[in-house]
Protein backbone atom coordinates (compact mmCIF):
# COMPACT_ATOMS: atom_id res chain seq x y z
CA UNK A 1 0.00 0.00 0.00
CA UNK A 2 0.99 3.27 -0.69
CA UNK A 3 1.42 5.75 1.84
CA UNK A 4 -0.32 8.83 2.47
CA UNK A 5 3.18 10.77 2.35
CA UNK A 6 4.82 9.32 -0.77
CA UNK A 7 1.28 10.36 -2.89
CA UNK A 8 1.76 13.69 -1.48
CA UNK A 9 5.22 14.05 -2.12
CA UNK A 10 4.18 12.65 -5.76
CA UNK A 11 1.84 15.40 -6.45
CA UNK A 12 4.21 18.13 -5.79
CA UNK A 13 6.94 16.42 -8.18
CA UNK A 14 4.23 16.99 -10.73
CA UNK A 15 3.60 20.06 -9.99
CA UNK A 16 7.11 20.86 -10.19
CA UNK A 17 6.90 19.93 -13.74
CA UNK A 18 3.78 21.28 -14.62
CA UNK A 19 2.17 17.99 -14.72
CA UNK A 20 -1.60 18.90 -13.43
CA UNK A 21 -2.81 15.76 -15.26
CA UNK A 22 -0.89 13.46 -12.50
CA UNK A 23 -1.81 15.64 -10.18
CA UNK A 24 -5.51 14.72 -10.82
CA UNK A 25 -5.12 11.43 -11.34
CA UNK A 26 -4.02 11.48 -7.34
CA UNK A 27 -6.84 13.20 -6.70
CA UNK A 28 -10.44 11.66 -5.79
CA UNK A 29 -13.58 12.09 -8.13
CA UNK A 30 -15.41 13.85 -5.01
CA UNK A 31 -12.87 16.17 -3.30
CA UNK A 32 -12.92 19.07 -0.46
CA UNK A 33 -10.41 21.25 -1.94
CA UNK A 34 -10.05 24.58 -0.70
CA UNK A 35 -7.65 27.57 -0.74
CA UNK A 36 -8.45 29.58 2.04
CA UNK A 37 -8.21 33.54 1.03
CA UNK A 38 -10.36 36.24 0.00
CA UNK A 39 -12.61 36.62 -3.33
CA UNK A 40 -9.59 39.15 -4.58
CA UNK A 41 -7.58 35.63 -5.62
CA UNK A 42 -9.41 34.07 -8.24
CA UNK A 43 -8.44 30.66 -7.17
CA UNK A 44 -9.23 31.06 -3.39
CA UNK A 45 -12.45 29.38 -2.81
CA UNK A 46 -14.68 26.16 -2.93
CA UNK A 47 -14.14 22.83 -5.43
CA UNK A 48 -15.79 19.60 -5.64
CA UNK A 49 -14.56 17.84 -8.06
CA UNK A 50 -11.65 16.99 -10.19
CA UNK A 51 -12.81 19.37 -13.14
CA UNK A 52 -12.56 22.24 -10.60
CA UNK A 53 -9.58 21.60 -9.18
CA UNK A 54 -8.01 21.34 -12.86
CA UNK A 55 -9.25 24.86 -12.98
CA UNK A 56 -8.10 25.97 -9.84
CA UNK A 57 -4.51 24.91 -11.04
CA UNK A 58 -5.43 26.42 -14.45
CA UNK A 59 -6.53 29.96 -12.19
CA UNK A 60 -3.37 29.56 -10.42
CA UNK A 61 -0.92 29.67 -13.73
CA UNK A 62 -2.87 32.68 -15.19
CA UNK A 63 -2.91 34.99 -11.67
CA UNK A 64 1.11 34.33 -10.76
CA UNK A 65 3.86 33.75 -12.14
CA UNK A 66 5.65 31.08 -9.77
CA UNK A 67 9.23 31.75 -9.66
CA UNK A 68 10.04 29.32 -6.64
CA UNK A 69 8.21 27.16 -4.86
CA UNK A 70 9.47 25.01 -1.98
CA UNK A 71 7.68 22.47 0.06
CA UNK A 72 10.27 22.37 3.00
CA UNK A 73 8.33 20.11 5.80
CA UNK A 74 6.40 16.91 5.72
CA UNK A 75 4.70 16.07 8.63
CA UNK A 76 2.58 13.02 8.24
CA UNK A 77 -0.03 11.64 10.69
CA UNK A 78 -1.39 8.66 9.23
CA UNK A 79 -3.92 9.21 6.20
CA UNK A 80 -3.18 13.54 6.72
CA UNK A 81 -0.30 15.02 5.56
CA UNK A 82 0.61 18.74 6.42
CA UNK A 83 3.31 20.53 4.17
CA UNK A 84 5.17 23.67 4.78
CA UNK A 85 6.72 25.95 2.18
CA UNK A 86 7.47 28.77 0.63
CA UNK A 87 6.97 30.37 -2.64
CA UNK A 88 8.47 33.26 -4.29
CA UNK A 89 6.31 35.02 -7.52
CA UNK A 90 5.20 38.03 -9.26
CA UNK A 91 1.32 38.81 -9.70
CA UNK A 92 -0.10 38.76 -13.43
CA UNK A 93 -0.78 41.25 -15.12
CA UNK A 94 0.47 43.50 -12.85
CA UNK A 95 3.97 42.03 -12.54
CA UNK A 96 3.88 42.82 -8.70
CA UNK A 97 6.55 41.09 -6.58
CA UNK A 98 5.37 38.44 -3.72
CA UNK A 99 6.96 36.15 -1.33
CA UNK A 100 5.25 33.69 1.29
CA UNK A 101 5.45 31.11 3.73
CA UNK A 102 2.30 28.68 2.83
CA UNK A 103 0.59 25.36 4.72
CA UNK A 104 -0.69 22.85 2.51
CA UNK A 105 -2.88 19.97 4.74
CA UNK A 106 -4.40 17.08 2.52
CA UNK A 107 -6.35 13.58 3.32
CA UNK A 108 -5.85 10.91 1.57
CA UNK A 109 -7.88 7.95 1.33
CA UNK A 110 -7.36 4.90 -0.82
CA UNK A 111 -5.08 6.43 -2.23
CA UNK A 112 -6.35 9.75 -3.80
CA UNK A 113 -6.22 13.01 -2.09
CA UNK A 114 -10.10 13.59 -0.71
CA UNK A 115 -8.86 16.63 1.09
CA UNK A 116 -7.05 19.53 0.32
CA UNK A 117 -6.79 23.27 2.50
CA UNK A 118 -4.15 25.75 1.30
CA UNK A 119 -3.69 29.14 3.26
CA UNK A 120 -0.69 31.41 3.12
CA UNK A 121 -0.40 34.94 3.51
CA UNK A 122 -2.16 36.39 1.61
CA UNK A 123 -2.02 39.86 1.54
CA UNK A 124 1.50 39.27 0.42
CA UNK A 125 -0.14 39.68 -3.04
CA UNK A 126 -1.65 43.02 -2.64
CA UNK A 127 1.10 44.86 -0.59
Known amino acids: MVSALSIVKTAYDA ?3 GDVAAILDLVADKV ?3 LVGPPAIPYAGQRN ?3 EVARF ?3 VAQADDLQLFEP ?3 IEAGEHVTVLGFERGMTRPEGKPFETEWIHVFTIR ?3 VTRWRGFYDTAARFL
Do not use: L, M, Y
Open 15 to 17: FGR
Open 32 to 34: DWK
Open 49 to 51: NKE
Open 57 to 59: FAE
Open 72 to 74: REF
Open 110 to 112: DGK
